[in-house]
């Protein structure tokens, strides 16, 4: 079974940084495409970025520059490092993978705030 489990999430000042995890498991991770999404209240789930297996990457454009994604495919796991956390990156985090149909995990919650 397709299990995803994301950490890292927490309180942050604004400008300040933070590293999401997402451990993946009951799936070849390696040989398939992972991706970040974040869905803040009352709005629509937003696409942050996604990366290939070999480590390609490409990033919405309110993250880019700001946002690194990374996988360590040894690990089964999917990364998303955040700096120059802004108020507007508040959301919950959420990884997923489509196989047949998409799968997410239960979400971790960023709050930028002074």
């Known amino acids: 079974q397709v299990q995803l489990v994301e950490s890292g999430g927490g309180l942050v000042q604004p400008g300040g940084s933070l590293k999401l995890s997402c451990v993946a498991s009951?799936?070849?991770?390696?040989?398939?495409?992972m991706r970040w999404y974040r869905q803040a209240p009352g709005k629509e789930r937003e696409y942050v970025a996604h990366i290939n297996p070999f480590g390609g990457a490409n990033y919405a454009e309110s993250v880019r520059g700001r946002f690194t994604i990374s996988r360590d495919n040894a690990k089964n796991t999917l990364y998303l490092e955040m700096n120059r956390l802004m108020p507007e990156d508040t959301a919950a985090y959420y990884c997923?993978?489509?196989?047949?149909?998409?799968?997410w995990g239960q979400g971790t919650q960023v709050t930028v705030s002074s």
């Open positions: 009951g799936f070849s991770f390696s040989d398939i495409i």
């Open positions: 997923s993978v489509v196989i047949l149909r998409p799968y």
